[in-house]
């Protein structure tokens, strides 16, 4: 055991000469929490938009100044009719058309229904859907501060609802994910670098000889990364909570839980992929390609995993940040709980169980 | 009857199909110095790796201090000290905690440590630097710096690979003066070296030639057995006639 706290300490030494990774492993979460918190925003901010309404009448007129008096939205004046909605979508002044249907007012009161045409420029996909999913909440909104008349029956066309970020903070989202990548670069690349690195140099020959057992050697190796992702994922919580206003309405107890299994699993992938890399480069482009671009891209962190061809959908399977982000995206912005959450909880699990069990095989296949 | 720290009886170790160690047997007295010599490939860094508890066996058997290498591994790697030319001590840890990390693995008490590693240093006169990082001394002090570090938990048996690779002469020759001292004071010393002149101050040598040990002596009875001036010529000479078959 003294031996093992000896390793440890050891170990905590090698990073903390580095100071320039040192500085790189804190600087990233904040870093990338400001951009994404400030710059990769989705969400809507003065998105111009147009209306055509042949009627303008008092119930358009309250719709417009409604959307107008949005400050995510800009409004840029009245077309006159909707063969000019084509030339100014090419002129690229407005995002966004509102049609209203003819005679609206009246429609309204008297057939208890009237239509809105909402026409984006979804040359920028995400956008034009987040306009358009604005612009019907608060047409919806404005239906329900002037509803007169009978509650039955729609009258307004327009049907949308945006559950838990209704107003599309894309920071919400991205605070979750962030946690994960953070996770996953620290523990699966840094472990298996520093693994890497000591195979390298030759000092894992001494390390071998030595009466350190492989199994402490391993895990001397692993809790000081396991203290440091740890760290990471507070700054990163802190910033969100403080800067971004990022909502916490699960338990925090469960929250660490799951970083916790969730660095485990990222850990052990590391340690697996060091067993493979005699030297340090390879490990980290090995960990690069098995651990960073699948958890962006794949794990529904920036393109949603119900809008992937089902082959990736498939795939998307096996990354354990996508099982993670569903597990972070609840606790934070759902306030759900373990009774929801145990599968993708027993999911995480068993790739962390699996990971482990492969690498500390492989790892004493080559001592061999 | 002397007493015999390392004794290896019919030692194979394959990789694949080829055998890099092939049914070797020698032993090592208790305070002798023991070359161990060979080319690239020869198959000494295998021997030295199954002697060490980093390889397992393929044949045949080990004893180190007393214990079977293939049985008892972790009471051979408590008895023994290793330290490698590739690796000596961690450049971005200070002199003393490479020292406190060694002896601690080792099992060392704090009381050790600190008596054992004061004394070492003042005898090696690197007291002045020991907060100094390893990386910022000259590979030469590296190297004594090492070998007294793989001594300090006082092994029965200390194995060096190549300890004097890309070291000066003058170091060299202290680094020597330092086995001597090991050696009188009861350690047995196992060394593989690539300099046919440190050969000559070894007790014993042996000499690996594509996995067999075909020499096995003092460098003395090895000159007169081939008729060379020298144990670099009794190494040609055997490394030719197995080129020639």
């Known amino acids: ?368 | 009857m002397e007493n015999k720290v390392i004794i290896v009886e019919d030692l194979v170790r394959m990789f694949g199909s080829f055998t890099a160690v092939d049914h070797i047997t020698f032993d090592v007295k208790q305070g002798e110095i023991f070359g161990f010599l060979g080319a690239n490939g020869a198959g000494k860094t295998t021997t030295m790796k199954m002697l060490t508890g980093l390889l397992s066996l393929s044949g045949g058997g080990a004893k180190v201090a007393g214990h079977d290498v293939q049985t008892e591994p972790e009471k051979v790697k408590k008895s023994i000290g290793y330290m490698s030319q590739k690796f000596a001590l961690y450049d971005d840890l200070s002199v003393w905690e490479n020292i406190r990390f060694y002896s601690g693995v080792y099992g060392l008490t704090d009381k050790e440590i600190q008596e054992g590693g004061r004394a070492m240093l003042d005898k090696l006169g690197l007291g002045d630097v020991h907060n100094q990082l390893i990386g910022a001394l000259p590979l030469g002090w590296k190297q004594k710096l090492a070998f007294s570090v793989a001594l300090l938990h006082q092994p029965e048996i200390v194995f060096l690979d190549e300890p004097t690779s890309g070291v000066d002469p003058v170091t060299r020759r202290q680094f020597w003066e330092m086995i001597y001292e090991a050696a009188e004071s009861g350690t047995t010393v196992f060394v593989t070296t690539h300099y046919m002149d440190e050969a000559e101050y070894c007790d014993r040598i042996g000499i690996m030639v594509a996995g067999k040990l075909p020499a096995l002596d003092t460098p003395a009875r090895l000159k007169q057995q081939f008729k060379s001036k020298s144990v670099d010529e009794v190494f040609v000479k055997l490394v030719r006639d197995r080129q020639k078959k």
């Not at chain 1, 030494?13 to 790189?24: E, G, K, T, V």
């Not at chain 1, 203290?227 to 990163?236: E, G, K, N």
């Open chain 1, 1 to 368: 055991m003294r031996s093992f706290i000896g390793f440890v300490i050891k170990e905590f030494y090698h990073i903390i000469r580095d100071y320039r990774s040192l500085i790189i492993l804190f600087a990233i979460p904040a870093v990338d929490l400001v951009l994404f918190g400030y710059t990769v925003r989705n969400e809507l901010t003065r998105a111009p938009f147009a209306v055509v309404d042949p009627s303008r009448d008092q119930v358009t007129t309250e719709i417009v100044q409604k959307l107008a008096s949005s400050h995510y939205l800009e409004f840029e004046g009245y077309l006159k009719n909707e063969s000019d909605i084509d030339p100014a979508f090419k002129a690229g002044k407005i995002k966004e058309v509102v049609v209203f249907d003819r005679k609206f007012a009246h429609k309204l009161t008297h057939n208890r229904s009237a239509g809105i045409q909402l026409i984006a420029d979804a040359s920028n996909p995400n956008m034009g859907a987040l306009i358009t999913a604005q612009i019907s909440g608060l047409v919806q909104q404005f239906q329900a501060t002037h509803a007169s008349g009978p509650p039955a029956g729609t009258p307004i066309n327009i049907r949308s609802r945006l559950l838990y970020n209704p107003d599309l903070r894309s920071v919400y989202l991205f605070v979750p994910g962030l946690i994960a990548v953070i996770l996953m670069l620290i523990s699966a690349l840094m472990t298996s670098i520093t693994i890497a690195r000591e195979k390298e140099t030759g000092s894992m020959e001494i390390l071998l000889a030595s009466p350190l057992r492989p199994i402490q050697i391993i895990i001397g190796k692993v809790v000081p990364y396991f203290f440091l992702a740890f760290i990471d994922v507070l700054i990163v919580i802190i910033i969100a909570l403080s800067i971004f206003n990022v909502p916490f309405r699960g338990s925090v107890t469960l929250f660490l839980c799951e970083a916790g299994l969730f660095e485990l699993t990222a850990l052990s992938l590391g340690l697996l992929i060091s067993s493979w890399s005699e030297s340090q480069q390879t490990a980290m482009m090995t960990a690069q390609g098995i651990t960073l671009m699948p958890t962006f891209i794949l794990s529904g962190l920036i393109f949603p995993i119900s809008s992937m061809p089902r082959p990736l959908q498939w795939l998307s399977t096996i990354i354990p940040a996508r099982w993670f982000l569903v597990i972070v995206r609840g606790i934070m912005l759902k306030g759900i709980g373990i009774e929801v959450l145990w599968k993708e909880t027993a999911i995480l699990g068993g790739m962390a169980f699996l990971f482990l069990f492969l690498s500390l095989r492989a790892f004493k296949v080559r001592l061999d």
